[in-house]
């Protein structure tokens, strides 16, 4: 599976819009890009995913470069509960799995 | 729906004991996983099942792991001989088939003295 980079940790404040990108300068045609998050002592939660178009959803929304080496996750009002571990996924069409590599720690400041 | 469940939430053992942790999927949700963490890392893939079958295992399954999910439903891990090594968070995940989400329950945290 094509390999995702991301930033260790991010900040906001609460009610900003929060951007949080990935690169994936080596995802292939039929790759897919999902997001996970997650929450202190939890377990990661589904947020969304996307292959090509931009994504919304109740929860973010989901930018999508125009040549798919990177994404952007946009939380458009950050809330507290928002802070979370969020994580950037590649699958490809024959993935049993999902594997997950060390993600983006976000804080949300009041 | 009432999620994926997991029992215990926590497990502390002696080194060399063994232990047992059990998943009950969302009901009717074919694929079942299990993962590992440590803290500050994000989640380990263990192993995976397709209803009763066990499909595949990772290489950090050591023979000292072993999995089951008997009807095809709920499913056990078992560590025999437990290491300090083993202390982390055993996640379970369950989804619809292999393009659906997975939904993660809230884990047991094993600590091994």
């Known amino acids: 599976d094509a390999k995702t980079t991301q930033p260790n940790s991010m900040e906001s404040n609460e009610e900003e819009p929060v951007h949080l990108p990935c690169n994936h300068s080596?995802?292939?045609?039929?790759?897919?890009i999902h997001w996970y998050r997650q929450l202190p002592s939890q377990g990661p939660e589904y947020v969304i995913h996307g292959l090509t178009s931009n994504v919304n959803n109740r929860m973010a929304s989901l930018a999508i470069a125009e040549d798919r080496k990177s994404s952007t996750l946009i939380l458009h009002r950050a809330t507290l509960r928002d802070a979370a571990v969020y994580y950037c996924i590649l699958t490809s069409y024959n993935t049993d799995k999902l594997i997950f590599g060390t993600g983006t720690r976000l804080q949300v400041f009041p | 729906d009432t999620g994926v469940s997991q029992d215990p939430r926590h497990k502390i053992t002696k080194r060399g004991q063994n232990v047992t942790f059990r998943c009950d999927p969302i009901s009717e949700h074919n694929r079942l996983y299990w993962y590992r963490q440590t803290l500050g890392q994000g989640p380990e893939f263990l192993t995976y099942?397709?209803?009763?079958?066990?499909?595949?295992k990772s290489r950090l399954l050591s023979d000292r792991f072993s999995a089951e999910r008997p009807k095809g439903s709920f499913s056990t891990l078992e560590i025999q001989r437990t290491e300090q090594g083993d202390s982390a968070m055993y996640l379970c995940?369950?989804?619809?088939?292999?393009?659906?989400?997975?939904?993660f329950g809230n884990g047991t945290r094993l600590t091994v003295t």
């Open positions: 099942f397709q209803n009763e079958a066990q499909l595949e």
């Open positions: 995940a369950s989804s619809w088939d292999r393009e659906s989400p997975l939904h």
């Open positions: 080596t995802i292939s045609g039929t790759d897919y």
